[in-house]
């Protein structure tokens, strides 16, 4: 690592960035622009997030209040708990001395905010023993952290065992690494069955008996009451912006998506996700009402369903990307949120989580109901030909929002997608869903440029004549 | 070395198999370790180990499966593309890892392309990623599917009593491959790793009586040998991703070594890893299969694992360690670098390479790598 790295706490630099940007929502037009062009890298986020209006402030504010709780955890009597994206963190709102890290949040913004991206961080992971080969989307972050150049970790808790093989095997690493306990939510292949259901719930009464073994606190019944009837409100609010998605043309913001989801991330249950969530609903109520695109220029050519994830190499250069050619991002799997009301949801009993707060027992229940169904660990446990899995959610998506084409961007540490993507796309095609399998790194634009990867998305928009 | 162990460390379609097919047999191919073999036993068919041996290309698996996944599954899948395994009545997938578990896909998927490369019967064995609580009773009860499964596609029954003599008679197989991994141990060293590997991995797919005569013979020609295949050459034991192929382990021989143990995925763990024969059996074979946490798919037990590596080495009275990871195996390829750290603690010097699977086409950098790795542990001695 370059020494110069590690004289920065990575949780110090995102909570001084953040902090910057949410005092943007005063400045004058002329002292942003100053801002922007002495920060070239920090600004291909900050600016088109900034270009949203209102919600911007709200997603820069949420982000630093998350990061100022890292930092001054320690201080506060607080443990930090490492997790994953896909775990749904109301969980640790509900202990009163925890605060959750969540790896692939803090790689994303390393490799849109830095020049050189998370490539340090991910290269002293395999310096350490790590595997070069596992996911970048933890790898980055996670660097960082095993540096002891980002708050203490306490402990590791995740979601992703039977899911995701790379991801949970990061965390394990991790664990085992800093000596720290460790425990792992697992899931069967399967998703709606009476039996599986009994196995999320006890494996989740395992983790609630872990956290309060690991934290000396118990669970506060009334608080995790209150996180999740403030996830219903939350989930009611995406569930209206999914909805007026099917509109032509398309009224969400297409950046609007990666704002959702990381924020989701991190801040699932707490009131600033609602507000950030209630602004945004605003105005993709205004652009419906007008018949307005979300797009900047008003022109949508074309409308791009993600069957996996985002690139978030070189600030936003992909939503940019899509900005300019007219394209509506469909949102990807990290955009769902399997919610009973969901306008996607097919009504197949289990394949959904209904949030139930009439006592401790029924809550608990219902958070290994939600963990189940995070986009992931919903969408691609099982055979992607399943029902309910990876190919049945991605045609009805498709076919819900009215996608002229699907687009797979992911990593080459994802070992599940890269085992079937190939079949997906074989399958969409056949569908009459033309389909781009992106091989770069979404995390790592070192193994293929945004350059390469924007050439080659040209070509596939052309050939195919999409636009 | 018995011709049948090299022939069946070497070859897909072996005699035993031909045979046992010609008279009317049914064969199961699984991928592994963790899927029990007791209920094919009962049911009289021959359960198959499926390897990646023979592989030439990928060209055909690389149709289904991306570039960035390991090469093992791809070798299978390769292999049933080119008929290879036409003799399978039946394949059990299991989710070891996300691409092996995904090869069921896969497989499906070519066999809809390509006529007669998937055999007519799927199963999927659902194996938990931890070894206790709910996680013991959904194994036993994937047991229970599985039998349920094998008796309703092969109209055959499977009862309690068949279930335990098919226990008792793989418990036999396995208290002489522990008797052959203690021969190992022995100083001077009577067998090579290259002779005993081919026999353990023959168990896995020959015909369960025959291997076991043979297993005892050979067993027994060992305790004669006046031998001493170690001497002037150092003790290795080789850990990590699946190795099905025993030239690996002879191109290690090859460095001055003799290869005293293993932890690859095949073989037995210690003289306590049988099925206990006065429990009730899905009980028992839930708690042999699914205990000991041997794979780093069991995320959260590396201490535990760790232990009974470091242990075994120790045992196995091992100068070095091997760690191998086929590449893209990030479970092995992290834990390897975990274990080299822990045993390193333990004054216990390794070596960790990254490899492909299949025919060795980097033999000559691996050999280079043992050749190194060989001559510091003789310096440092001689230091």
Known sequence: ?467 | MKSEFLEAATQIEIDSVQKWKQNGGKIVGYTCSFMPVEPFHAAGILPVRLRGITAGSMEISDSYYGPFVCSFPKALLQLAGTGHYHFLDGAVISNGCDTLRRLDECWRKMGEDIKGSAPPWFHYFDVPHKPNGHAFDWYKNQVKKLITAIEAQFDVEITASKLKTAIKNQNQVRKLLWELERLRREDPVKISGTEAYAAIIAGTVMPLDRYRDSLSELIEDVRTRKTDIGKNKKRLFIGGSVCDDFELVSLVEQSDAVVVGENVCFGVRNENDRVRETKEPLTAITEKYLSGSVCPRMMGWYKQRAGMIIDKVKQTHADGVILQNIRFCDLHGSENGLLERDLEKSSVPSLRIEREHGPLTETGRLKMRFDAFVEQLVQSVSV
């Open chain 1, 1 to 467: 690592m370059r020494p110069e790295l590690k004289e920065y706490n990575l949780d110090k630099l995102f909570a001084g960035t953040f902090m910057v940007a949410r005092n943007l929502g005063s400045s004058t037009p002329g002292e942003i622009k100053n801002v922007l062009k002495y920060t070239p890298y920090v600004g291909g986020l900050l600016e088109p997030v900034l270009a949203t209006g209102k919600p911007s402030i709200t997603f820069f504010d949420l982000f630093y209040d998350y990061y100022s709780n890292i930092i001054n955890a320690e201080e506060n009597g607080k443990k930090v708990v490492m997790t994953t994206f896909c775990f749904d963190p109301s969980v640790f709102y509900a202990i009163d001395n925890l605060v959750p890290v969540t790896l692939e949040i803090g790689t994303a913004l390393t490799t849109m905010l830095w020049k050189r991206g998370s490539s340090d961080f991910m290269d002293y992971c395999t310096e350490i023993g790590f595997s070069e080969t596992g996911c970048s989307s933890q790898r980055g972050a996670m660097g960082a952290y095993l540096a002891g150049l980002g708050a203490k970790i306490d402990l590791v808790a995740l979601n992703m065992g039977g899911v995701c093989d790379t991801n949970a095997n990061a965390y394990n690493f991790a664990a085992q690494y800093l000596d720290i306990p460790y425990f792992g939510l697992d899931y069967p292949s399967e998703l709606t069955t009476e039996e599986v259901r009994e196995y999320h719930h006890k494996d989740y009464r395992g983790l609630i008996n872990f956290l309060q073994e690991n934290t000396g606190c118990k669970f506060d019944i009334n608080r995790l009451r209150e996180v999740l009837e403030e996830k219903k409100k939350q989930d009611v609010l995406m569930n209206e912006i999914e909805e007026m998605q099917r509109l032509v043309p398309n009224p969400v913001p297409g950046i609007y998506h990666i704002m959702i989801y990381a924020a989701r991330y991190i801040y699932s249950g707490k009131i600033k996700f609602t507000k950030l969530l209630g602004e945004m609903v605003d105005v993709v109520r205004e652009n419906a009402k007008n018949g307005r695109s979300g797009l900047k220029n008003g022109v949508e050519k074309n409308r791009t369903f993600l069957v996996y994830i985002d690139n978030y190499a070189l600030g936003t250069a992909m939503f940019q990307w899509f900005e300019k050619k007219g394209i509506s991002h469909m949102g990807n799997i990290l955009s769902r949120t399997f919610s009973q009301d969901a306008p996607y949801t097919t009504g197949v009993p289990g394949t959904t989580y209904n949030i139930d707060t009439t006592n401790l027992d029924t809550m608990i229940d219902s958070l290994a109901d939600i963990n189940a169904r995070m986009p992931m660990t919903r969408t691609i446990r099982g055979p992607y030909d399943a029902p309910n899995m990876w190919l049945e959610d991605s045609l009805s998506l498709a076919k819900q929002y009215s996608a002229d084409c699907c687009l797979y961007n992911g990593t080459p540490g994802c070992r599940n997608t890269w085992s079937n993507v190939k079949l997906l796309s074989r399958d969409l095609e056949a569908m009459g869903y033309p389909t781009h399998i992106a091989y770069g790194d979404s995390f790592d634009p070192r193994v293929e440029t945004w350059e390469s990867t924007e050439t080659r998305l040209e070509e596939f928009y052309q050939i195919r004549g999409l636009l």
